[in-house]
Every structure is written in C-alpha cells, then in structure tokens.
C-alpha cells in the first residue's frame, strides 16, 4: 500500500471485481445512450482530445485493452504526448461534489490545452470498445465540428457526472487523472520500473451525496437506482460495490441504502 494525501491508495486492489462492474456500467450506459438521436457518427473525433481523465479501474481495463489486440505499441504514442501540456484535474469528481456541498469555492482547475488523442487513428479510436467513461459520454445532438460546441441534454449532463461519481466510488483505493498520465504511470507500475504515485494523480473517494439539481431529481436518481440494482454475475452491482469497499476496510456508507 502506497500513502498519498489522507487516504490510502492500493493499486490493482480487487481489479477483477471492479471491471466486473465497470463493463457493467458501461453497458448500461451505452443502451441509454444508444436510444437516442445523436451526431456522433465513425470519423467524427473532434471529441478526442489529449484532455481525458479516468479512473485506475477504466485505465487497467484499456490497458488490457492494448494488450489483448496487441497494440502495446500505442504506449509510445502516450509517452511523446506527455511531453506536451494537458488538462490535470485538481479535484476528482467526488471531491469536487464534497466541496460543491460545503458551499465552498472550488480550486483552480488545470487548462483544457489544444491537442489530438494520442490513440487516434485515421481519425478512429483503435481501442473503441475499452475507451473510458469520459469518451463514452462526449456525446452531442448537433456536429460539434459544425457547431463550435456539443449539444448534450441537460439531464443526461447530469447522470454522466453522476456515474463518474459512481466511477470513482467503485475504484476506492485507486487513482483518478489524465488518460495519458494514468495509463503510463501504471505500465511502469506493472514492469516494476515505478513505484512512487506521481502527485499529478489524485486519490479515488466515495460519493459524499450525488450532484442532481432538483430539476433532474426525479430522472437521474432512479436511472443511479436502476444501476444499483442490475444483476452482475448473480449478485446486485450495488452488492458488488458494497463488498469491494467492505474488503479494502472501510465501513458502507449509509447513502446507499437510499436506493
Ligand atoms: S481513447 Fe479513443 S474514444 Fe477516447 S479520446 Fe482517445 S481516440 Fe477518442
């Protein structure tokens, strides 16, 4: 176990488990976003930029990704990108929602920089089914390249952020930053070549309460509900996330019991 800030950060802790509930979540997201009339098309990529941030979870999970379609190759892309700068998060969501709750001011966030995904291909992603969660729901109801911006719904904004809470909550004891500095820092971690969590990634914490205006209530908490109580592999996922916080040795939040 490696110390960093106030909580403990153990990487690779129950990864099993937790992409049992990441592939999950994904799915679950893709129906409800596959329900909808979108203009993402393939070859669209204006979305793909170098500014991704993940959990430790989604990162090991697309490490496998590379591995398994024999694309480690792709890593050396990441390391010519980390030269350049990027968006760093200075908050993870949920510390974020922590803070939103006590009525306070947020720190400064890093810069959102110009610059391409280092993955992309031909203007496609090479590793489309292990993307993380952040590239499932850049999502837009007009062209982005035509319109300057996405057009998201308002609700569906806030059940993305929502899950990223859930994301973060089921990676506990894990790491949350930029795509390419997460990716790169455990490729190092698995060859043994690193073992000091570079200060750029930040610890995962658990939902404080999740971040639903009023107005999105009645959608978003019984979509987080539905979610919860999904079948994974014979237990609830609710169960599953329950179990993996119990085993890294912490006691269940109470929130939880709410759906
Ligand atoms: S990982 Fe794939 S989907 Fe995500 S930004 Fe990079 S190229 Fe795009």
């Known amino acids: 176990m490696i110390g960093i800030g106030l909580r403990p950060v153990k990487i690779g802790f129950a990864q099993e488990e937790k992409e049992l509930l990441l592939r999950s979540l994904y799915d679950y997201y893709d129906q409800i976003v596959s329900r909808l009339e979108l203009a993402c098309r393939p070859r669209c990529s204006a979305c793909c930029t170098h500014n991704v941030t993940l959990t430790s979870a989604e990162a090991f999970y697309l ?10 190759d792709l890593i050396d892309r990441l390391k010519t990108a980390a030269t350049r700068p990027r968006y760093r998060p200075a908050v993870t969501t949920n510390e974020l929602a922590k ?5 306070e001011d947020p720190p400064a966030e890093g810069e959102h920089t110009p610059g391409a995904c280092p993955f992309l291909e031909d203007d496609l992603c090479p590793v489309y089914e292990f993307r993380p969660f952040a590239c499932r729901s850049f999502i837009s109801k007009v ?12 609700h569906l904004f806030t059940l993305n952020t929502a899950l990223m809470q859930v994301l973060e909550y089921l990676d506990l004891g894990g790491l949350y930053g930029n795509m390419i500095d997460l990716i790169l820092f455990l490729e190092a971690w698995e060859n043994k070549k690193e073992e000091t969590v570079p200060e750029e990634l930040l610890s995962c914490h658990p939902v404080p309460e999740f971040a639903i205006p009023p107005e999105h209530d009645h959608i978003v908490r019984p979509a987080i509900g539905r979610l919860y109580r999904q079948e994974v592999s014979g237990k609830r996922f609710i169960d599953r996330l329950e179990e993996i916080e119990a085993s890294l040795g912490e006691e269940p939040l109470s929130f939880l019991t709410q759906f």
Do not use: M, N, V, Y
Request: charged share 25%.
């Open 63 to 72: 490490l496998k990704g590379l591995r398994s379609k024999g694309r480690l």
């Open 99 to 103: 803070i939103c709750l006590r009525g």
């Open 143 to 154: 062209p982005c390249p035509e319109q300057g911006e996405a057009l998201i719904p308002p």
